[in-house]
């Protein structure tokens, strides 16, 4: 099973409010991705880290921010939520380099804003 | 901006029946991965092509690279309740970034 972990698993939270995400692997992978999917439909790349102290904007604007201080840890914080932030949040990892890894997803959050 | 369309969007199968979910890039891909995704579940890979013309089989499912590299597919022989999910061609892309296709929703009637 992946060893790729999501807290919490579900979020219901008021418009305004400061929520992060919580995101951590130990496979000491260093490439690590955030992802946003509306139910049924594709995943959307909002943001990726290619290692420690590296950040980078995903393809879709996002209004939120990350942060890779560790190898392990990639939270993802929204200053400000909105009802347009309600969606699924999924994380994932890739090891550097190798012919054929597939990215390891995390669980997911859902995320409910009121 | 660079595209990945899957067709059909939705397909509805009695459980025997076979499946073929078409992948299609308006860029030539260096490799492609597939996904499947269970309802309320997470993507979890599948496999990876790399060369032009590439065929590999996972049991009932076979996945092809196109020759020009611009469109895959993955065929399901004889689906099963099981094989319900939506899956998902992606692009790994040159910068390590993975931009998922629109995805194919399965949903097998017993």
């Known amino acids: 099973e992946a060893d790729i972990y999501q807290t919490p698993r579900y979020l219901v939270i008021g418009t305004g409010k400061k929520i992060t995400l919580e995101c951590s692997q130990t496979m000491g992978h260093d490439k690590m991705y955030w992802y946003q999917q509306d139910p049924g439909m594709e995943l959307h790349l909002i943001h990726y880290?290619?290692?420690?102290?590296?950040?980078e904007k995903g393809d879709l604007s996002s209004e939120s921010t990350v942060s890779r201080i560790r190898t392990e840890h990639f939270p993802l914080t929204l200053e400000s939520a909105r009802p347009s932030h309600t969606s699924q949040y999924l994380c994932?990892?890739?090891?550097?380099?190798?012919?054929?890894?597939?990215?390891?997803f995390g669980s997911g959050t859902r995320l409910t804003v009121v | 901006g660079q595209q990945v369309m899957q067709i059909p969007q939705y397909q509805h199968v009695q459980e025997g029946e076979d499946f073929t979910t078409y992948c299609n890039s308006s860029?030539?891909?260096?490799?492609i991965q597939w996904y499947k995704q269970r309802p309320g579940g997470h993507p979890v890979f599948l496999i990876q092509?790399?060369?032009?013309?590439e065929v590999k089989k996972q049991k009932r499912l076979t996945f092809q690279f196109g020759e020009a590299k611009k469109n895959s597919s993955l065929h399901i022989t004889a689906t099963q309740t099981t094989d319900v999910g939506t899956y998902f061609c992606a692009d790994p892309t040159n910068t390590d970034k993975l931009i998922f296709g629109t995805g194919t929703r399965l949903q097998v009637f017993p």
């Open positions: 860029t030539t891909l260096s490799n």
């Open positions: 092509l790399v060369k032009s013309g």
């Open positions: 994932a990892s890739r090891p550097t380099g190798g012919a054929g890894f597939g990215y390891t």
């Open positions: 880290s290619y290692g420690v102290n590296s950040t």
